[in-house]
């Protein structure tokens, strides 16, 4: 596996998840050098791209996750981390990270259920 996500899980409406992606293997070494993203998939629908992050002050967010989604990266861990408060049932999805552009091997990712 070179990208495990974590830390998804069934919350309630405005609850907090705190993701985490680490990468393994044969991507470890191109890791700090590529902007990366965090993706969701909720059923029925297409993937997209929830924020992304190059650095520390270059960072965006689908106008859905702004205010509420903070997007992080240790490239000394060769992890990303997605930081989600007020969540809601629309959130509900599957969570992936990856690179920008031309994506590594997608992951396993990680479910988020929210409840109302």
């Known amino acids: 596996v070179q990208l495990q996500a974590s830390g998804g899980g069934s919350v309630q409406s405005g609850g907090s998840l705190r993701l985490s992606c680490v990468a393994r293997?044969?991507?470890?070494?191109?890791?700090?050098?590529?902007?990366l993203g965090w993706y969701r998939q909720a059923p029925g629908k297409q993937r997209e791209l929830v924020a992304s992050?190059?650095?520390?002050?270059?960072?965006s967010y689908v106008d859905s996750a702004k205010g509420r989604f903070s997007i992080s990266r240790d490239n000394a861990k060769r992890t990303i981390y997605l930081q989600m408060s007020n969540l809601n049932p629309e959130d509900t999805a599957v969570y992936y990270c990856?690179?920008?552009?031309?994506?590594?091997?997608w992951g396993q990712g990680t479910q988020v259920t929210v409840s109302s």
């Open positions: 990856n690179r920008l552009g031309n994506p590594w091997y």
């Open positions: 293997g044969s991507i470890l070494s191109d890791f700090p050098s590529n902007a």
């Open positions: 992050i190059r650095s520390r002050d270059n960072v």
